[in-house]
């Protein structure tokens, strides 16, 4: 006993010290990435010498680590770009202590390239790309290679039908590696660089730009043009080229190596040939450069660069990538933000603010959630309280003024931004400075502007709030109260035909009657839209669903849950109510009725009809752009409405079609495991055939509802485009024949509004292109609403 006691605890200490030892190269590899990734960060030493000793470090741990450390750097050199010649001059100095290392290293990052191109990952395949490039200067790869690559890169720009998308991304890649890179390339090969480039110039001259318009956040050039990203670029590296590629802003550690890593062994790039054409490649979208500011507006302290020159692209460039990095934590991604290497030479704040707007305005959508860049912003200010606040001001001011000519998507975020930022900040702001818009037609931008700002305030406060802190003067935008209008209040309602029977009905719905019973009820409220002796069918009667909804409503009125409640309550009055197209329509009609002046309730309410399916998309639709919404038509309520019913519509299908792509994965399982147990046991066999003929016949049904739930989706998108048409039509015709200039803030809005549905949902749209092109967009439509669709289509050409 005593003996298998005493190996028992022998064996008990032996696992502990087992576990002890698997222990200890986790906790180093877990060493190795904090010191890989921590390196560059601020420290009482100097850069040089920790990349010095990291670099020892590494080359000590190689014999043992060496999988883990390639691993490490390949992923830093693909997720954490801004601080790329870091890293690219560690690799140098591995490379020039153990050459095969650095051998093995180029192989592992070409492979990774090869990997991230596969998978649509381009915006990594480009900071990698960039890697490879900045290596040059630390003597890891040949030029001649490099250029090598950068030649095949620009050699798809003479592939025949493909997309331009593709060709613009691989131009691109090769102009956005040069600053970094190009005075290296340029002195070993001048001939081969010189011929590059005019082979890009070459391509830029023949590049169609019909999406540009679309993509602009505002139609106007002046104060600042709105270029094309390619265009833009290419200008900067021209002027780059011009001041003998002399680039001031990057920071390069490798200088202070130079004669170590000029000694070392150089490799060269393995040829690589850009992967083909995909169907299913999703190449980047266009950008159009947003700029806010120039030198003129930052007028003390350091300068800000030219829109032209390569620092404004290097800047911009490093502060996407740190927002990139940190977007997830703000106050992380702020505090790296203001601690930008170089930030003394150069106005940062303005940098930040203007890097901070492209993005959230960036077309088609931002390329983070809206609400990150408003705490952002937040946390900017709270760092810097006596330099943020102003510059963000005055960027508000600018932006402010400039609203006649801004996208109406971009319109939309800033009066999201600017509520929500001014939520923070106890809704303080000099209202004065904008009493100009107070004298102008209530439709123009600006008091539409300060209108919609006061609206959605009100949303993240109270109505007697927005009364207090807004100057009397601004009276007629200041939103109304949101409270209920219940036609069938009191008694002077009487003489309406509906009033004894709302009476009735909300008597019954206090006593807790059944549907039956109110159903009963309203089977006797007279039909205004038949005649007495008619006695033909039962046709629609709007009076039975205005008096149960009106009082329904009114009796929930109190909060969104009472409301919430009411409708799945009554849900069965509710479908029989609105069995025909004309009851969906007439319930939408009763909601903004009583809800006219809470859009938000309005907005809640037909979501939760829809998923509750009382109404479906193509009746709400129709009902938005129907004659009783006219007057409200350029609201932005109506559009919020209309958005989220088109994403409703897309989730549902995308639903039904993941539904059926897991029931015909385990279909295949299920025949493979047969297949493989055949002729072991005829039950088993039987069983199985019976488990797959259900799964069958379940794919065939899921099969029908998906093609149901697209042909839903096609006609939703008709029904929305159709009414466009209708409208801008109208419009047209009506200028015409009267001789009056088009271009009113109506007709403005609505063009804005179009090309917000088609950006906003351009993934889904595309399925329906040719649809669309046979039965609306045609050849006929008049060239102000193709022109739309035709910068819609160049989007992905």
Request: hydrophobic residues 40%; glycine residues 4%; negative net charge.
């Amino acid at each position: 006993m005593s003996r298998r006691r005493h190996s028992d605890s022998e064996n008990e200490g032996g696992q502990a010290h087992k576990r002890r030892r698997t222990s200890e190269p986790i906790e180093i590899e877990d060493r190795l990435e904090s010191l890989i990734c921590r390196v560059g960060e601020k420290s009482t030493s100097s850069l040089e010498s920790n990349l010095e000793g990291l670099a020892g470090v590494l080359e000590a741990d190689l014999p043992n680590y060496k999988n883990k450390i390639l691993r490490i750097l390949c992923a830093v050199a693909r997720l954490l770009p801004e601080k790329l010649t870091v890293y690219t001059t560690l690799v140098g100095l591995l490379n020039a202590r153990n050459y095969n290392f650095g051998g093995e290293f180029v192989e592992a990052m070409i492979r990774q390239l090869k990997e991230t191109l596969k998978n649509n990952l381009y915006n990594e395949a480009v900071y990698l790309v960039r890697f490879l490039s900045d290596l040059v200067n630390c003597h890891v790869i040949a030029a001649p290679s490099m250029v090598a690559m950068f030649e095949n890169f620009v050699s798809v720009t003479q592939e025949e039908d493909v997309p331009q998308v593709r060709s613009d991304w691989f131009v691109y890649v090769v102009l956005s590696c040069l600053p970094w890179v190009g005075k290296e390339l340029y002195e070993k090969k001048d001939v081969e660089m010189d011929r590059l480039l005019s082979q890009i110039e070459g391509y830029l001259k023949r590049r169609v730009k019909t999406h540009v318009p679309m993509l602009q956040v505002w139609t106007a050039e002046k104060p600042h043009p709105q270029e094309e990203y390619l265009d833009c670029l290419w200008a900067q590296i021209q002027k780059l080229k011009k001041d003998r590629w002399q680039e001031r802003h990057i920071l390069r550690p490798y200088i202070a190596f130079d004669s170590v890593l000029c000694e070392a062994l150089q490799h060269n790039l393995p040829p690589f040939t850009p992967p083909g054409h995909m169907p299913d490649a999703q190449y980047p979208m266009p950008r159009v450069v947003f700029r806010m500011f120039d030198y003129t507006d930052a007028p003390e302290g350091p300068v800000m660069p030219g829109s032209h020159s390569v620092e404004r692209f290097v800047i911009e460039e490093n502060l996407h990538c740190i927002i990139k990095t940190h977007w997830r934590e703000r106050k992380t991604c702020a505090a790296q933000l203001l601690s930008y290497p170089g930030k003394n030479k150069i106005p940062l704040n303005y940098h930040i603010v203007e890097v901070i707007f492209g993005e959230l305005f960036q077309l088609p959508s931002p390329p983070h959630i809206d609400v990150m860049y408003t705490t952002l912003l937040i946390e900017l200010c709270k760092l810097q309280p006596g330099s943020l606040p102003q510059v963000l001001a005055q960027a508000t001011e600018m932006l402010y003024m400039r609203l006649d000519t801004m996208n109406s998507s971009c319109v939309d975020r800033l009066i999201n931004w600017f509520s929500h930022h001014l939520s923070n900040f106890q809704f303080r702001w000099s209202w004065d400075d904008w009493s100009d818009c107070l004298t102008m037609d209530l439709e123009k931008p600006k008091p539409k502007f300060v209108k919609e700002v006061l609206e959605k305030s009100m949303r993240l406060s109270y109505h007697q709030r927005i009364v207090d802190i807004v100057p009397p003067t601004f009276s007629a935008l200041i939103p109304a109260e949101p409270i209920f209008s219940y036609k069938y209040e009191d008694e002077s309602a009487s003489s309406l035909p509906g009033y004894p029977a709302s009476v009735t009905v909300g008597n019954a719905i206090k006593n807790r009657a059944s549907n039956e019973e109110i159903l009963t009820i309203l089977k006797e409220v007279p039909n205004p839209n038949q005649e007495d002796d008619d006695d033909e069918g039962e046709s629609f009667n709007p009076l039975k669903v205005d008096v149960f909804l009106q009082t329904l409503l009114h009796l929930a009125a109190k909060s969104f849950s009472h409301s919430f409640s009411a409708l799945g309550k009554f849900h069965e009055i509710l479908k029989a109510l609105t069995e025909s197209d004309e009851g969906k329509l007439h319930i939408l009609k009763v909601v903004y009725d009583v809800w006219r002046n809470h859009p938000q309730m309005i907005a809640v309410l037909v979501d939760k009809m829809i998923r509750t399916q009382i109404v479906d998309c193509a009746a709400v639709a129709n009902w938005l752009f129907s004659q009783d919404m006219a007057h409200e038509f350029t609201r932005l309520f109506i559009w919020e409405i209309l958005h989220s019913t088109i994403r409703k519509m897309d989730k549902h299908v995308q639903k039904i079609q993941q539904e059926l792509e897991e029931a015909k994965d385990k279909l295949e399982k299920q025949q493979h495991k047969r297949q493989k147990d055949s002729g072991d046991d005829e039950d088993m066999d039987k069983n199985s055939e019976d488990e797959e003929g259900q799964l069958e016949e379940q794919i065939e049904r899921l099969q029908e509802k998906v093609e149901s739930a697209q042909s839903e989706q096609k006609n939703l998108f008709l029904v929305i485009f159709q009414r466009f048409i209708m409208l801008l039509t109208e419009h047209l015709v009506r200028c015409e024949t009267g001789s009056v200039d088009i271009t009113t803030p109506w007709y403005k809005n609505c063009v804005g509004r179009l090309q917000q549905v088609f950006l906003m949902h351009h993934v889904t749209i595309q399925q329906y292109m040719g649809t669309l092109e046979n039965l609306l967009f045609t050849a006929e439509l008049d060239p102000h609403i193709l022109a739309v669709y035709q910068q819609f289509c160049a989007l992905q050409l």
